[in-house]
């Protein structure tokens, strides 16, 4: 069974933290992806990578970075927290070419900046 | 700039109704159009996918209708069940690209 996991279901973190949001698949999928979900607005694209140490900005990269050293984990960080990126963050993957369209999302970190 | 658009935002249905999901698109070289059911607490998963070669796809109670001349394409829940409850999105994806262009969501609750 297809698997993509987040390292965390519920984070409170304070205004002005660094924090990490990892995701891990065990599908040796070559494309990860981060979003943020909001209500009314969607699933919006933040990042994502297509193999090991690349990445491409999506539709709100601003106020967030990514890490991809290993094929099978894919990180978002945020570098200053703030309390308009209090979300719900949600991680996918996705074999490339054709198929692509297929993606495999976890489970999601619900994040609390105060 | 939204590239696909959803309506309705939100849907209540009796249980057995055909509720009706519609998305619109401008960008001709999108290549296949996926929708996704979100349960509460859980993370979206595919449910269907067509491609714009074809007009309509079914799967069990699931069906897309797909219309290429007015970009639109919609998709009907057949004998809905307070199961089916949930979140749907539409996407789109654009040749030999890797990333997905999502809709806002559509909530559908159906009453028993």
């Known amino acids: 069974d297809v698997k993509v996991t987040q390292s965390s279901r519920y984070l409170v973190k304070r205004t002005g933290e660094k924090v990490f949001l990892e995701c891990v698949q065990d599908?040796?999928?070559?494309?990860m992806f981060w979003y943020r979900q909001d209500p009314g607005l969607g699933l919006r694209l933040i990042y994502f990578?297509?193999?090991?140490?690349?990445?491409e900005k999506g539709d709100i990269p601003e106020g967030y970075s990514v890490s991809r050293e290993k094929k099978e984990r894919f990180s978002l960080i945020l570098e200053s927290a703030s309390t308009n990126q209090t979300s719900m963050y949600l991680c996918?993957?996705?074999?490339?070419?054709?198929?692509?369209?297929?993606?495999?999302f976890g489970p999601g970190t619900r994040l609390t900046v105060t | 700039q939204q590239q696909v658009k959803q309506s309705p935002q939100s849907l209540i249905v009796q249980k057995g109704g055909i509720p009706i999901i519609n998305c619109a698109y401008e960008?001709?070289?999108?290549?296949?159009f996926p929708w996704y059911q979100q349960f509460p607490g859980k993370g979206p998963a595919l449910l269907i996918a067509?491609?714009?070669?074809?007009s309509e796809k079914k799967e069990g109670r699931f069906t897309i209708s797909f219309n290429k001349s007015a970009k639109q394409f919609s998709l009907h829940i057949m004998d809905s069940q307070p199961g089916d409850s949930a979140t749907y999105f539409c996407?789109?994806?654009?040749?030999?690209?890797?990333?997905?262009?999502f809709g806002t969501g559509t909530r559908l609750t159906v009453i028993p």
């Open positions: 960008n001709t070289a999108f290549d296949y």
């Open positions: 990578s297509y193999d090991v140490k690349m990445k």
């Open positions: 067509i491609r714009p070669d074809v």
């Open positions: 599908m040796d999928h070559e494309n």
């Open positions: 996407a789109a994806r654009q040749t030999g690209a890797n990333n997905l262009f």
């Open positions: 996918a993957s996705s074999l490339a070419g054709e198929l692509s369209y297929e993606q495999y």
